[in-house]
């Protein structure tokens, strides 16, 4: 398997890191364009550098560079995940703005009809938000947001990371065991209400 994964400049620069670092786990080869935000934010919001953040990846490309092979549809990949996805990121592939490796690597997914996964942050979300996410959703692209789960009891944000991570790998078949699905807890549901 081979991924295109994009980190932007939104909040959330652990989600893209912890997809990279999964993904090299599973031996899948990964393409990584980082924004110039998202490589800011990886500095400001956790204890990695932008130097390990590419270590992980296969290839890397900057986001400057139109030329990179994943902005053209005769380079094969499975997909790609955007994580963070910027609502700028997100209005600019919405409306097919390709002015960076990001957005163009994004077009091309959808015009080779190839998965794409949005991990959006923001809150709240206005009505422009909202209808870029709409726009996309109708052409078969997955909006996931990295909303937990709290059936497993998250301990930490570790836990909270690995679940929206792998609620994301789940999109491309990718077995892990970064949280426990639904069905594998037993619960009493007959307490009086």
């Given at each position: ?79 790609m995940?955007?994580?963070p ?41 206005s ?41 994301c ?25």
């Amino acid at each position: 398997m081979k991924l295109i994964v994009a980190i932007t400049g939104s909040t959330g620069a652990i989600y893209g890191i912890r997809i990279l670092e999964t993904l090299k786990r599973l031996n899948v080869e990964t393409h990584l364009v980082m924004s110039e935000w998202g490589q800011k934010c990886i500095s400001m919001e956790t204890e990695h550098s932008v130097d390990y953040v590419r270590s992980l990846a296969t290839t890397v490309s900057s986001e400057k560079n139109m030329a990179a092979s994943v902005s053209s549809g005769t380079h094969k990949t499975d997909g790609m995940i955007v994580s963070p996805c910027s609502m700028k990121t997100l209005s600019a592939i919405a409306n097919g703005y390709d002015d960076t490796l990001v957005g163009r690597a994004a077009d091309v997914t959808i015009k080779e009809s190839r998965k794409l996964v949005l991990m959006v942050r923001e809150t709240p979300l206005s009505a422009i938000h909202l209808e870029n996410m709409l726009k996309l959703a109708r052409l078969g692209i997955v909006i996931l947001p990295p909303v937990t789960e709290f059936y497993t009891k998250p301990k930490s944000i570790d836990d909270i990371v690995n679940h929206g991570v792998g609620k994301c790998l789940d999109q491309f078949g990718l077995s892990h065991n970064l949280y426990s699905q639904w069905g594998s807890f037993q619960y009493d549901c007959q307490s009086s209400l």
